[in-house]
């Protein structure tokens, strides 16, 4: 009888736990993975990111002041863009454009927006990515 009672009290420590560790897993495979996004929607201008169009490819990374992958992101993509004449690197605070943030659906930095030659929106990064991540999805636009 004791023993059942004390596997009932640690029934719901175990549940949170499981699902703590479910989340945990879920939220580490998800962070810096890139989604190719369908060509849709309205089409992001220098004017509206603050920097010039890649003549293929942007790279536009919304970044925070405290934010420590923030960095490492800014570091892999200028190294990047360093090597490929034809794609920029823009990068927006974005604690000073909320507006923007709120218009692109941006929920947390480091987030990067991979836009065609045209400003579309063709793929996003959520957290920090790898760099074959970002070579392989700038090598898919044409």
């Not at 949170?16 to 939220?27: C, E, K, N, R, S």
């Not at 002041?65 to 034809?86: G, I, K, M, Q």
């Not at 836009?115 to 898919?140: C, F, H, I, M, W």
């Amino acid at each position: 009888m004791a023993q059942t009672t004390l596997v009932k009290s640690f029934l719901p420590i175990l549940i949170v736990l499981g699902a703590a560790t479910a989340y945990g897993l879920w939220y580490q495979k998800s962070r810096g993975k890139i989604q190719a996004k369908a060509i849709s929607g309205k089409a992001l201008t220098s004017a509206i990111i603050g920097g010039e169009l890649g003549s293929r490819a942007t790279l536009v990374q919304f970044s925070s002041a405290f934010c420590t992958p923030c960095r490492a992101t800014r570091t892999l993509l200028e190294n990047v863009v360093t090597e490929l004449n034809d794609v920029r690197h823009v990068e927006i605070d974005a604690e000073t454009n909320l507006e923007l943030v709120r218009k692109l659906d941006i929920r947390s930095t480091p987030t990067t927006l991979i836009l065609n030659s045209y400003g579309v929106e063709v793929g996003r990064a959520v957290g920090a990515p790898k760099r074959d991540q970002v070579l392989t999805a700038l090598a898919a636009i044409k």
